[in-house]
């Protein structure tokens, strides 16, 4: 190497060093990309808090439960959550996921809760179904305690001959605190679990 | 208008008091999220908040199961619980701000003092080079060829 070459080296060095120890101010004032996606991860475990053992055929009064509702926030910051607890039968809407609208039925219990960016959130819940009337081939069900608060459903499960049952669902709807709009906003995720009426 | 048999609170009064728990904790959210985004530790804030979102949460049920009485109570402890976040909040942001201003002061002070160390200390070592190199150069004695033609 001739002495050119070796300037070379000592400038692009110098040059590096100079980077990296102006580093520190540099990140203080120049704003980098978050890399990462952002979202909620939402999710409902059965009473031995695995994806398993979900309550299924209820009978009236009887208390079902825990099932576990959880949240986990990847949104990047501070987030104002709302879990809607809803009940419908085989014909009720559900939410629409494509669209990004929630179920237009009335919501029963609720969470509300606020979360730390990377923090989890979780409850148990029971419930049990009340005033349940078998009419030909309907159930009635008249009345939910959830987490005991007692809420007037009236929701009638046809028999379905498929699946030889009365089917319900119990579903929970997950909202988001919309700064902008400055209400709460679905926030495109619900989990549920199907309940079959039994006498 | 309904009016729950129990207390004879009726359904408006209700629904004003989960209003104003309503606004109380949007408010205190919003204050957090800007002592958040100043770099404050916003962690305690949160936990006073999720006891009001609590509160409010069972206000709701309560309202819709007609116990405008207990809707109240519950609305009115959330309200009294993030009623004072917002202040704090603020006075997290202005923490925060002067925590971030002295940190900043200190980081620019100690990268200045790091790139004129390497600027510095490059300019000198390459004198300290160039010299030893032209040395090496000069005292390299030349090389005695045969010439066989």
């Not at chain 2, 609170?9 to 002592?35: C, H, K, N, P, Q």
């Not at chain 2, 309200?79 to 202040?87: L, P």
Request: glycine residues 8%.
């Amino acid at each position: 190497m001739n002495l050119e070459d070796y300037q070379t080296v000592f400038t692009v060095t110098v040059l590096g060093l100079t980077l990296i120890a102006a580093f520190p101010t540099i990140s203080m004032v120049v704003l980098f990309p978050e890399g990462s996606e952002r979202f909620s991860e939402f999710w409902l475990l059965g009473p031995g808090h695995m994806a398993e053992g979900y309550p299924f055929n209820v009978q009236n009064g009887e208390v079902q439960g825990p099932v576990y509702v959880g949240v986990r926030n990847h949104m990047g910051g501070s987030q104002y959550y709302l879990v809607y607890v809803k009940f419908r039968n085989q014909t009720q809407s559900l939410p629409n996921v494509t669209a990004s609208t929630p179920s237009p039925l009335l919501p029963l219990y609720e969470f509300q809760f606020f979360l730390g960016d990377g923090e989890m959130w979780e409850k148990p819940l029971t419930f049990s179904v009340e005033d349940v009337l078998f009419q030909g081939d309907s159930a009635f069900v008249g009345s939910m305690s959830i987490n005991d608060v007692v809420f007037s459903v009236n929701v009638s499960a046809k028999w379905d001959s498929e699946y030889e049952g009365y089917y319900c669902q119990l579903f929970f709807e997950l909202w988001l605190y919309d700064r902008e709009v400055q209400d709460f906003q679905f926030h495109n995720r619900f989990v549920g679990i199907w309940l079959n009426m039994t006498s | 208008m309904l009016v729950s048999s129990v207390s004879g609170v009726g359904s408006d009064e209700a629904l004003i008091a989960i209003d104003r728990a309503d606004s109380a904790i949007v408010l205190a959210y919003r204050a957090v999220l800007e002592a958040e985004g100043a770099g404050a530790n916003v962690s305690g804030l949160l936990e006073e908040l999720n006891f009001g979102a609590e509160a409010l949460a069972t206000a709701n049920m309560l309202y819709r199961v007609g116990n405008f009485g207990e809707a109240v109570n519950f609305a009115d402890l959330c309200y009294d619980s993030v009623v004072d976040v917002a202040a704090k909040a603020d006075e997290a942001v202005r923490l925060a701000e002067f925590e971030g201003k002295r940190q900043f002061y200190v980081t620019s002070a100690a990268s200045t003092l790091g790139v004129c160390c390497v600027v510095l200390g490059g300019v000198f070592g390459w004198r300290v080079f160039k010299r030893r190199y032209f040395r090496r150069v000069l005292e390299t004695k030349p090389e005695v060829v045969s010439n066989e033609s």
